[in-house]
């Protein structure tokens, strides 16, 4: 009976850790829309665009609920992803020779629980330097009203200007490029293996689901890191 228990549990995190893992795909393809925005030149109305899209995200009460979902789903996808990682550690035949997971698994599967580590330290840097700066930082002397009369906070030069700094600029631009190469490598494994922990398990899909979260794990990424070093190299200065 306590086997048969904990097997249920353990099914039902494998369930939850699928959900919220796809559930933050999709939060990623939001958020990668909203940040291609600074890619825009300053002189084409980047700054009032990106800061009218950041009021937006911050004030909409849909976008509000759909924010603490996304960061309740970050916590649980973790704290999920480490008893997992635990759990399947304390469930691994060591004593046995013969056992080379290298043999059966691909690298990122193997190493899900490092990833999720280095993601999510790059998550807490990540709101700290941006959206903690906007709530609890001394930004206040940067509200202005942009050409359509919304008054908003400049994020979006506190964003430019942490990735242009001549100082720390281009180390904070490595930094995100190394970031995205740890969610890469997660996405590369966890994508296909979310659909197959939901069930999603058929020869007939199987193929196009691998090849989607191959697509998905480079590309999305990729153009993460695009960004902050387009901004440091390409973007004019402000």
């Not at 009218?52 to 849909?62: G, H, K, R």
């Not at 924010?67 to 759990?87: K, Q």
């Not at 631009?173 to 190469?181: K, N, Q, V």
Request: with cysteine.
């Amino acid at each position: 009976m306590a086997k048969s228990a904990l097997l249920k549990s353990s099914l039902a995190k494998k369930y939850w850790m699928a959900f919220t893992g796809l559930f933050l795909c999709l939060f990623l393809i939001g958020h990668l829309l909203g940040n291609l925005q600074l890619l825009i030149p300053v002189s084409e109305g980047a700054r009032d665009q990106f800061n009218e899209y950041a009021l937006f995200m911050a004030t909409n009460p849909a976008v509000k609920i759909l924010s603490y979902l996304t960061y309740i789903s970050i916590l649980f996808h973790a704290i999920d992803g480490i008893w997992l990682t635990i759990t399947n550690r304390r469930a691994r035949p060591q004593g046995y020779v013969s056992f080379k997971p290298s043999t059966n698994t691909i690298w990122a599967s193997r190493n899900m629980g490092v990833l999720g580590t280095i993601i999510l330290a790059f998550i807490a840097v990540h709101l700290y330097q941006f959206w903690g700066q906007l709530k609890f930082g001394s930004l206040d002397d940067s509200l202005y009203t942009t050409a359509n009369d919304q008054e908003v906070t400049d994020l979006y030069t506190l964003t430019i200007q942490t990735f242009q700094d001549p100082q720390y600029g281009l180390i904070w631009a490595i930094i995100y490029g190394f970031s995205m190469l740890a969610i890469g490598f997660h996405l590369y494994h966890g994508f296909s293996s979310g659909f197959q922990s939901l069930g999603v398990n058929h020869p007939k899909y199987n193929g196009f689901i691998r090849k989607l979260g191959y697509a998905f794990a480079i590309l999305v990424p990729l153009a993460f890191a695009v960004i902050p070093f387009y901004i440091y190299f390409i973007l004019e200065k402000i």
